[in-house]
């Protein structure tokens, strides 16, 4: 599985990635959503974990446009709990929007991952 | 029963309350407004009402004493003209009869006594003797009933007074026989210039009584004679017999009627009007009480006094009553006023703690979960890589913060819900759910002070209500806090759910607190009533959790025990309609 995680937190995105990593998974991490939107553009994903609220290019505008360059991404966004509702608002008439609030523990986030990439591959 | 304390209006005793701050001048203001409304208003209507009574009366009470002066007055001088015409008549009689008669004839005691008759036949009784009397004094004859013939005058006061002014009229004597009588003398100077004759008579006073019993004079009067040293001449019916020396005062002399003001001996006020008599030694007296003559005007006094009094009292009731009532309006506007600022304050103050409450937590969210997970990452590398697994220690260090992480971002959650439902909402709201979140925000007080929690629910199908969560979690918090507050370390406060009916739920709060007496039960739910007012109370608690329990459909009821307990229930509707 690669995966990419995107968060502004650098001290939390590292942490997170290094500990995927621990576990086998091969991970990249990004700072900024306009890099990671660049790495797409020169390799596709399996999964990439977003947050929501982002300078510059928030979260689901930067899975909107990753979705043109890589349409088979699956995307898991991380929220905190005060704009859940908000998150909830902007994404209303999507279906299955995946999403995770901070902080998040990471057997859950690692279940959610197993559950979509496995989702997939039952679907085809 | 109907008892005085009733007649207090709401204003009156507002120690209870506690003055909101600022307020403090309101409260104790309405009495003096009402003292003020009433003093202004009842001036100015009973003051020209009093007055003009006052006039009025003043003005009726001298015209009608002048009208009895007057009355007085002019009875007086009527009476003073009959009594001066009959003596001024007996004595042209005498005179008469002594120009037309010669000395020698009047000598004749037959020809004396023919006259004597024909005087009483004509005048009517009053004349009881004649005597003809000489130059030397001496009585020449007399008819009569005493024996005065052959009597020397000489040297008598009353002969050299006739002598003098050719005539005479007495006082009232007792002759003998002791009848009082008084004498009229006339003198005729002979036609020789040198000698004359007396005629005289004496003349019972009956005539003079029958005068003056004959007038009518109202008020206890008195209608009597007196001479110029103040002996009756006649008798009088209060103020001594003839003869008797008069209890009144002798008047000062004057040649008019007079009508003057004085006194008895028992200290009443008379009008005594009196008329020297001219050329007679009687003073007329006409003594009236004024007492008795005023009675009609005191009794129009006592009606006037009433109808004042009455009117007077009525007005100001009227006026109390209107003042009352309108400053009761104006209190109860300005406290209705003052619980919507109150109220609008306390939205504005959640509100603003909301939203500080769900920035703060989210600021403390970000690094949580930074230090988690880097907390996390460390455990990993513990498990994972081969050269740290000897660092046990350092290992089991871990687990101590991750649990940290984890509390702290319950509190968090709790915090940031809590905010998130002060927007008003209808949603489905789980009661027991709802509560037990509340009652971890109080956590750490319970078990810091022993204080048991129960919560049940008594039905089996507790259903899920429609209602307004963040109203709800604020009428919890509140009870529950209140409930903190009154019971005592290791006290216990049980939560009963239960349904009411087949459209109510009913929430049950009971402690076994300190209680609430049964003076403070009455106002428990007023704004502004508080107990805690030492020790930073505002009073507004309850009196906001009544409003928000009635703005979800609910009701709210407290039963308490002082010393056993206090019991709240709430009773909501399961379907809240939404606005």
């Known amino acids: ?124 | 029963m109907f008892s005085l304390k009733d007649l207090k209006p709401n204003f009156w005793n507002k120690r209870l309350w506690v003055s909101p701050p600022g307020a403090s001048q309101y409260l104790f203001n309405y009495r003096r407004i009402w003292y003020l409304s009433i003093l202004l208003t009842s001036t100015v209507a009973l003051g020209p009402l009093i007055f003009i009574t006052l006039v009025n009366y003043r003005v009726t009470e001298e015209s009608i004493e002048s009208e009895w002066l007057l009355r007085s007055s002019r009875t007086v001088s009527n009476t003073h003209r009959a009594i001066s015409f009959f003596l001024t008549e007996r004595r042209s009689a005498l005179d008469f009869i002594v120009h037309d008669n010669h000395g020698k004839e009047l000598s004749d005691p037959a020809r004396l006594s023919t006259i004597l008759e024909n005087l009483k036949r004509s005048f009517g009784g009053g004349f009881l003797d004649l005597g003809l009397i000489d130059s030397a004094g001496k009585q020449i004859s007399y008819v009569g009933p005493y024996e005065l013939t052959d009597k020397d005058y000489s040297d008598q006061s009353w002969f050299e007074q006739v002598v003098d002014r050719e005539f005479y009229i007495s006082d009232v004597f007792l002759g003998y026989r002791n009848v009082p009588h008084l004498v009229i003398a006339v003198k005729q100077t002979c036609p020789d210039g040198k000698t004359f004759h007396v005629l005289r008579a004496s003349i019972g006073i009956r005539p003079f009584e029958d005068l003056l019993s004959s007038l009518e004079i109202g008020g206890l009067g008195d209608a009597f004679m007196i001479n110029h040293q103040g002996i009756l001449q006649t008798n009088s019916h209060y103020h001594g017999r003839v003869l008797a020396q008069s209890s009144l005062p002798i008047p000062e002399p004057a040649s008019t009627t007079r009508v003057i003001e004085g006194e008895d001996v028992g200290g009443e006020t008379l009008f005594v009007g009196y008329r020297f008599i001219e050329s007679t030694p009687f003073i007329l007296m006409i003594v009236k009480r004024k007492s008795e003559l005023l009675k009609a005007w005191y009794n129009t006094r006592m009606r006037l006094i009433l109808f004042l009094v009455g009117s007077a009292t009525f007005i100001l009731a009227v006026i109390t009553g209107m003042v009352t009532f309108m400053v009761n309006r104006v209190h109860v506007a300005d406290e209705r006023r003052l619980m919507s600022l109150h109220k609008m304050e306390y939205t504005n103050k959640m509100a603003s703690i909301g939203r500080m409450a769900a920035s703060v937590a989210h600021e403390i969210n970000n690094p949580l979960a930074i230090i988690g997970e880097n907390a996390g990452l460390i455990k990993d590398l513990f498990t994972f890589k081969e050269e740290y697994s000897k660092h046990e220690h350092l290992h089991k260090m871990i687990d101590p913060v991750l649990h940290s992480v984890a509390r702290a971002g319950k509190i968090t959650r709790r915090l940031l819900t809590f905010a998130r439902n002060l927007d008003a909402a209808v949603e489905p709201v789980n009661l027991e759910e709802t509560i037990r979140e509340v009652l971890s925000f109080l956590n750490k007080e319970a078990e810091h002070r022993g204080i048991h929690i129960q919560v049940e629910s008594l039905s089996d199908d507790m259903p899920v209500i429609q209602s307004d969560r963040g109203k709800l979690e604020q009428i919890f918090l509140n009870i529950i806090n209140n409930a903190f507050a009154a019971l005592a370390d290791d006290g216990h406060l049980w939560i009963e759910l239960a349904r009411h009916g087949a459209e109510e739920v009913q929430i049950r709060f009971r402690d076994d607190g300190h209680g609430i007496s049964p003076e403070d039960l009455e106002h428990i739910f007023e704004p502004f009533f508080s107990t805690k007012t030492d020790h930073g109370g505002t009073g507004l608690g309850l009196s906001i959790t009544s409003n928000l329990t009635h703005e979800i459909g609910g009701r709210i009821q407290v039963e308490s025990e002082v010393g056993k307990g206090t019991c709240f229930t709430i009773r909501l509707p399961m379907k809240l309609e939404a606005e």
Not at chain 1, 69 to 77: A, E, G, S
């Open chain 1, 1 to 124: 599985m690669r995966v990419m995680l995107v968060d502004d937190e650098e001290e939390l995105i590292s942490a997170l990635a290094e500990r995927l990593i621990l576990r086998g998974i091969d991970t990249e991490w990004f700072t900024c959503g306009l890099t990671a939107l660049e790495r797409v553009g020169s390799g596709c994903f399996d999964l990439v974990v977003l947050d929501v609220k982002m300078p510059r290019i928030g979260g689901l505008e930067l899975r909107d446009k990753m979705r043109a360059v890589c349409p088979d991404m699956k995307f898991i966004f991380l929220t905190g709990y005060g704009s859940e509702r908000d998150f909830l608002l902007a994404t209303a008439r999507e279906p299955n929007v995946c999403y995770l609030v901070k902080p998040v523990e990471i057997g859950v986030l690692l279940a959610e991952m197993k559950s979509l990439i496995e989702s997939d591959g039952a679907k085809t």
